[in-house]
T-cell receptor, first 112, second 110 residues
Framework: DADVTQTPRNRITKTGKRIMLECSQT?????MYWYRQDPGLGLRLIYY???????NKGEISDGYSVSRQAQAKFSLSLESAIPNQTALYFC???????????FGPGTRLTVL | QKEVEQDPGPLSVPEGAIVSLNCTYS??????FMWYRQYSRKGPELLMY????GNKEDGRFTAQVDKSSKYISLFIRDSQPSDSATYLC??????????FGTGTRLTIIP
């Protein structure tokens, strides 16, 4: 089984809809991250959480919110989706001993 | 100027060739350097990890860090079609927030 899982894998929605992307991990890491990936822009950090009670904004948090329900679960919400939020979204966890990150398989989100 | 610059490619080389992938960066405080490989429609997977300057080898892959020039490289020897992917460099100060390059798309031609 994969260490970091994301649901759904693909989603098409309409402008103005609220969307939630979910992430679960079995690596036992405290630290979790949400990124979006766009062609030519690479991976950009949306939010990150160093433990259940700690939530921090990344470089592009506007229009997004997150919830850390448990050590293993970190959800990303788009309160009112807009077309320029069409992108690949990745969840990641990190190993605090060496600082590397481990990514989920991604969610392809299309906002019409 | 971006903190991390990476040529997006695409880069095409024949099977068996040596591949060189590079990134430059502007912030001398970066201490940890990583290379990720991303296959189409998949998440990035960690390929190589290096702390500070120097070389690190793992099978056909060698990572080099030159902090004086703010330049990192990934070399792939005896390249295989299965190496075709996008390669992302990443670096951090040690607080685990990574700064990524935009990725280089590599194709190995059989």
């Amino acid at each position: 089984d994969a260490d970091v899982t994301q649901t759904p894998r693909n989603r098409i929605t309409k402008t103005g809809k609220r969307i939630m992307l979910e992430c679960s991990q079995t690596k036992g890491h405290d630290r979790m991250y949400w990124y979006r990936q766009d062609p030519g822009l690479g991976l950009r950090l949306i939010y990150y959480s160093f433990d259940v009670k700690d939530i921090n904004k990344g470089e592009i948090s506007d229009g997004y919110s997150v919830s850390r329900q448990a050590q293993a679960k970190f959800s990303l919400s788009l309160e009112s989706a807009i077309p320029n939020q069409t992108a690949l979204y990745f969840c990641a966890t990190s190993d605090p001993s060496i600082g590397t990150q481990y990514f989920g398989p991604g969610t392809r989100l299309t906002v019409l | 100027q971006k903190e991390v610059e990476q040529d997006p490619g695409p880069l095409s080389v024949p099977e068996g060739a040596i591949v060189s992938l590079n990134c430059t960066y502007s912030n001398s405080a970066f201490q940890y350097f990583m290379w990720y490989r991303q296959y189409s429609r998949k998440g990035p997977e960690l390929l190589m990890y290096t702390y500070s300057s120097g070389n690190k080898e793992d099978g056909r892959f060698t990572a080099q860090v030159d902090k004086s020039s703010k330049y990192i490289s990934l070399f792939i020897r005896d390249s295989q079609p299965s190496d075709s992917a996008t390669y992302l460099c990443a670096m951090s100060f040690g607080n685990e927030k990574l700064t990524f390059g935009t990725g280089t798309r590599l194709t190995i031609i059989p």
